[in-house]
T-cell receptor, first 107, second 112 residues
Framework: AQRVTQPEKLLSVFKGAPVELKCNYS??????LFWYVQYSRQRLQLLLR??SRESIKGFTADLNKGETSFHLKKPFAQEEDSAMYYC?????????FGTGTRLKVLA | NAGVTQTPKFQVLKTGQSMTLQCAQD?????MSWYRQDPGMGLRLIHY???????DQGEVPNGYNVSRSTTEDFPLRLLSAAPSQTSVYFC???????????FGDGTRLSIL
């Protein structure tokens, strides 16, 4: 069955430290993966998707088909990065979301 | 454009009551979805629609009905509310399969 796993419920890092939010998936076809972010009191919004190969707000994510992973990384965390992050897999007309990781960046 | 609008923002129901959560989008998006967000469970898909007149079940459809009479609206109905349906409900839409989802602000529903 297709699923998305985010093993960490909470990740706390100090400002300026590197960040890696883990995401693993299981999918039999060619995956389309996304990272969504929800800042406090804001709507859930798209952060980035693997097909774009872009860097948004300093975040990048590389699809590793061998390890079936799509980890989200940022070299230097900032306080405004504190939010809830969801990894998602698109399957046809629907998305499968992970359970989310809350990132807290400490001053 | 208002984007995706959900009403109400908050609601408290008694067990057994029925309720319709409204979702409207003004972006002429074909795809619309309903999710529930629960602590430790992430977002789980309840129902989705790929166009007017077409709906399909997601991961947790039991206890919920949907319809898609128009492109703009995608209401979610709770026929007989149960405490297990206490959650935050999010509606999302996207133009087509290749476009990102736009989410509403959510509806916080408590069932006593």
């Amino acid at each position: 069955a297709q699923r998305v796993t985010q093993p960490e419920k909470l990740l706390s890092v100090f400002k300026g430290a590197p960040v890696e939010l883990k995401c693993n998936y299981s999918y039999s076809g060619s995956p389309e993966l996304f990272w969504y972010v929800q800042y406090s009191r804001q709507r859930l919004q798209l952060l980035l998707r693997h097909i774009s190969r872009e860097s948004i707000k300093g975040f990048t994510a590389d699809l590793n088909k061998g390890e079936t992973s799509f980890h989200l990384k940022k070299p230097f965390a900032q306080e405004e990065d504190s939010a809830m992050y969801y990894c998602a897999l698109k399957q046809g007309g629907k998305y499968i979301f992970g359970t989310g990781t809350r990132l807290k960046v400490l001053a | 454009n208002a984007g995706v609008t959900q009403t109400p923002k908050f609601q408290v129901l008694k067990t057994g009551q029925s309720m319709t959560l409204q979702c409207a989008q003004d972006m002429n998006h074909e795809y619309m979805s309903w999710y529930r967000q629960d602590p430790g469970m992430g977002l789980r898909l309840i129902h989705y629609s790929v166009g007017a007149g077409i709906t399909d079940q997601g991961e947790v459809p039991n206890g919920y009905n949907v319809s898609r009479s128009t492109t703009e609206d995608f209401p979610l109905r709770l026929l007989s509310a149960a405490p297990s349906q206490t959650s935050v409900y999010f509606c999302a839409s996207r133009a087509n399969s290749n476009q990102p989802q736009h989410f509403g602000d959510g509806t916080r529903l408590s069932i006593l």
